[in-house]
Structure formats: structure tokens, C-alpha cells
């Protein structure tokens, strides 16, 4: 009775060191897939921040292009403003030049004036057609 105690305590003693063993091998394997796991969210986290500075740095691209294409339409509308005010500038100078031109002439010219003038007109006309 007592060797069948002792072979008893022996077994369950075996049977211990097998599960310390097998539970040993799972805390080793847990405990690797504990680092695996804060590796993998590392890497996750990491991820999303590169995608993080990849979207604003896409945003920032994007709206300095905006900015850019607005800049130069602005230009070219100033530009089509101005050439618009100088054509206008333009109108009303030769405007303001041909009535004080009027004006000096009316002064100025006498009859026979006006007479040579329209002569030498005539002249110069038939003188072009004939060429």
C-alpha cells in the first residue's frame, strides 16, 4: 500500500511537472503573442499617422494649387480690367483731342483755308485711287 502511494504521489507529481510545463509553453507562447500584438498596434498607429501626414500634406498641396489657380485668374482679370481702362482712357483722349482740335480750327482757319485744305483732300484722294 505504501509503494502504491509512493507510485500515486509520483505520478501525480509527473502530472504536475507536464501541466507546469504545458502552462510554462502557453505563458511563452501568450507572452509572444502579447509582443506580436504591441507590434502590430505599433505598426497600426504608426500607419495611420503616415497616412495622417500623407492627408494633410495632400490637403495642403490641394489648397495651395487653389490658392495658385484664384491668384491667377485675379491677375488676369486685372490685367482684362486694365486694358479695358486704358482702351476706354484711349476713347475718350482722341475724343477730347478731335473737339479741341474742332475748336482750334473753327478759330482759326479762315475761308480759303478751308478751301485748300478740302482741295488738297481731293487732290491727295484721286491721287491714291489713280495708283
Do not use: C, P, W
Amino acid at each position: 500500500m505504501f509503494k502504491a502511494r509512493q507510485e500515486n504521489i509520483l505520478k501525480q507529481y509527473n502530472e504536475l511537472l507536464e501541466k507546469k510545463k504545458e502552462a510554462e509553453a502557453k505563458y511563452v507562447e501568450l507572452q509572444e503573442k502579447i509582443k506580436n500584438l504591441e507590434k502590430e498596434a505599433q505598426e497600426i498607429y504608426q500607419n495611420y499617422v503616415e497616412q495622417g501626414i500623407k492627408e494633410k500634406e495632400r490637403i495642403i498641396a490641394e489648397a495651395n494649387a487653389q490658392a495658385e489657380r484664384i491668384k491667377q485668374q485675379a491677375q488676369l482679370y486685372i490685367q482684362h480690367e486694365m486694358e479695358k481702362a486704358k482702351a476706354i482712357l484711349r476713347e475718350e483722349i482722341a475724343e477730347a483731342s478731335v473737339k479741341l482740335a474742332e475748336e482750334i480750327l473753327k478759330k482759326n482757319i479762315t475761308e480759303e483755308d478751308q478751301k485748300r485744305m478740302i482741295k488738297d483732300f481731293i487732290n491727295e484722294i484721286k491721287g491714291r485711287v489713280l495708283h
